[in-house]
Nanobody, 122 residues
Framework: QVQLIESGGGLVQAGGSLRLSCAAS????????MGWFRQAPGKEREFVAAISGGGRIQNYGEFVKGRFTVSRDNAKNTGYLEMNSLKPEDTAVYYC???????????????WGQGTQVTVSS
């Protein structure tokens, strides 16, 4: 069982930046693909970004458009989501997740963090 803990959310003005972190509770972190998803009130949880275990493969949701960067430091068992040029519509709870294989499909992810709130003011 892998436990994931997100941090780094908060309140930021439009155009600002935040970096989210996702710390894994156990080793062998590099075996897991890591994904980021978000859920706004009244909406379904949507894909934001994913990165393979070794970090070589990355994908982003269409709405990202070059604003976000996903990365990981396997030596620290930690993944990151750097978010720039934030917009009010990016307001949501952001979740990191782990999967046994590389995927962008929400239902393929077995392990989930508790989420961290990101609020972007206009």
């Amino acid at each position: 069982q892998v436990q994931l803990i997100e941090s780094g959310g908060g309140l930021v003005q439009a155009g600002g930046s935040l970096r989210l972190s996702c710390a894994a509770s156990r080793g062998a972190f590099s075996r897991y693909a890591m994904g980021w998803f978000r859920q706004a009130p009244g909406k379904e949880r949507e894909f934001v970004a994913a990165i393979s275990g070794g970090g070589r493969i990355q994908n982003y949701g269409e709405f990202v458009k070059g604003r976000f960067t996903v990365s990981r430091d396997n030596a620290k068992n930690t993944g990151y989501l750097e978010m720039n040029s934030l917009k009010p519509e990016d307001t949501a709870v952001y979740y990191c997740a782990g999967a046994m294989f590389y995927t962008t499909v929400r239902s393929d992810y077995n392990y989930w963090g508790q989420g961290t709130q990101v609020t972007v003011s206009s």
